[in-house]
């Protein structure tokens, strides 16, 4: 190998990417998000035009929006915080018209409109989920041929460190997204291949395959009530033969976990409880849930020969945060299950509807698979 | 497996995303972009106290930006074309502010500021690098500890079809992406993985892998004049024994190539030509390139024994389209190798510095790798 000198500028990539570049302004050099050293962050966007820049976080409680002060210059700036470390959602308010940061390359990919930049705080508290020079798994994309929706569909999959140097079969965690996300969601904000690779360095958890499949298996708003019947025949049907035949699964219920947050919780109670010769260890995380007595009819088998289900189901792990807008829902199905004698471990945690919780969540969850 | 029946209250996505829900507006159900049957596309965002909306597209020349017409109910609206099927990336601009499309989530990360937004238009043109339903091989995302930049990097991985059930060794192609990219952008953007599965359906390519790394190694503006140093030394000393560990990799400097686009094209040239002991095939796609008389110094080597060059490069390929703003730097770069008759093969295309093209040069180039 020849030793390269420095080429200077012939590495002004810029110059490549944007042939013309326009005038320079304010934005020329304007940073957005900065995380200043105590924790608090600034955030800066220009608009030399507007009338009203606000922002909403998902730190933020109450009031649910924070407004931006205009500089001379033409840009708006605000600081929030000090913040607890953790990895924050965010947009612009601009003039009403909700953006990214357009300075931030670090995106959360929406369904449709619910895109938004994250701002990550470094610190002991997010230390969990944070990219740490540890042995690192791998994140797998695969597109595959859906019977259950006759069209191609896309899932993430997480492999533990060593799973390509060994021959070792693993268990499998199926883990679901929320409504707003997609199949990216729960590696994207939520991290869970950072988190499992935390764990397992410190021997926290058994090493185990993620697979975090597409929610919505239905584009067409007229046919969204059939989708929880489609997403099962497509995880049951589709997913679950795909994935054992492409990666080096376990076998058997006793090697299968299911858990999802909001939607993906309620996708995990309907599926799960329908599926137990499938499915040994449930996570319902802030999930939305029937009334009891839909719920008490649609699972009837479930509830009343208790003994059986006590027996499958190795874990029914509930989980919610006492500000979540779900909350009194959750109490409900706590109830039927108490009501019922069906075991279960209950775990309740400050704060709402978040990816903050859903880490934890993920974070305690996943040690207790697989033992 | 028990059957599941509609759930249609527990299905409404969205309210489990957004819990408090703004009163409806315009902006609720507005559709963006919206791809008309004659391929036109219908472009909207709802922005009522906005002075000027405006948007620039990739396939816009001149003039290179488009107003939007203001309704009176604030949405600004307006249609492009009709266009050759492709996938392009485009953004507005709001009283000057550049956002991407807040009804889209097809979002192309750029780094830092260039995230852009992007419109699928299928068709024949577009076919060969569209998601069809043809066995597809599986991308991968690799976190690496890199000893060049002593930190954690990242990089993406396509595997063909196959790979997962056999036991062959494969050719790597690494594949370079422009200075406004990331690791993920010739996937997310370019189609790689895509493009390799429909030559792989049509026997039109041989299989193989491809690794696409992070060509911006250093991140504070002070150290860039060392980027081609550092980078030279991930590629070669981290990258490629990670992957001919990780992956069943065929050995030997005539199962690899090297190719990449604008930076990632004048990475291809540094890198490769000062390493002929480890690549024998090099893609040059609208490659940033040296002045002559810098160029020939520093790969004299290269140049004043052509037949030894002659002999390690099977294919030496350089393409750049017509009106490229790179097209006289090429030109320069021809010149050079033909007065020192090192053999090389010349694309010449028409448009300028957009994806379209270098889907095209990676559609024509793969084919003829490892032949």
Chains 1, 2 share one sequence.
Not at 138 to 151: C, F, P, R
């Amino acid at each position: 190998m020849r030793q390269l000198g420095p080429v200077t500028l012939l590495l002004c990539a810029a110059a490549y990417a944007q042939p013309q570049q326009p005038p320079p302004t304010p934005n020329s050099t304007l940073k957005s998000p900065e995380v200043n050293p105590d924790k608090s962050v600034t955030f800066r966007i220009y608009a030399p035009e507007a009338k009203v820049v606000q922002m909403r976080g998902d730190w933020m409680t109450d009031p649910p929006v924070q407004k931006l002060t205009r500089e001379d210059n033409g840009v708006w700036t605000v600081t929030a915080g000090p913040l607890r470390p953790d990895l924050y959602t965010y947009f612009f308010l601009v003039d009403g018209v909700q953006v990214l940061d357009p300075k931030n390359n670090l995106v959360k990919t929406g369904l449709s409109s619910s895109s938004e930049s994250m701002v990550d705080i470094p610190g002991d508290e997010s230390a969990f989920h944070a990219l740490r020079p540890v042995p690192h798994g791998s994140l797998h994309v695969e597109w595959y041929m859906s019977k259950a929706t006759d069209g191609m569909r896309r899932l993430h999959v997480y492999t533990p460190p060593g799973y390509d140097s060994g021959s070792s079969r693993y268990p499998v965690l199926y883990l679901l997204h929320g409504g707003g996300d997609t199949d990216a969601g729960w590696t994207e904000v939520g991290r869970a291949n950072f988190i499992l690779d935390n764990l397992l360095a410190e021997k926290k958890a058994k090493p185990m395959i993620i697979v975090m499949p597409d929610g919505h298996p239905i584009k067409d708003p007229a046919q969204r009530s059939r989708s929880l019947e489609v997403f099962s025949k497509d995880l049951i049907g589709d997913v679950l033969p795909l994935i054992e035949k492409k990666y080096r699964t376990a076998p058997g219920r006793e090697n299968r976990a299911l858990a999802g947050l909001s939607m993906g919780g309620m996708q995990t109670l309907e599926v799960g409880l329908s599926n137990l010769d499938k499915f040994s260890y449930l996570g319902v995380f802030s999930a939305g849930v029937r009334d009891s007595a839909e719920f008490e009819k649609a699972h009837g088998d479930i509830l009343s020969d208790a003994k059986k289900t006590n027996q499958d189901l190795r874990l029914f792990w509930i989980a919610i945060g006492k500000t979540d807008f779900l909350y009194k829902n959750n109490q409900t199905l706590l109830a039927s299950l108490d009501a019922h004698n069906v075991r279960h471990v209950y775990r309740e945690s400050d704060g709402g509807h978040v990816w903050w919780n859903w880490r934890i969540y993920l974070s305690e969850f996943a040690p207790q698979l697989f033992r």
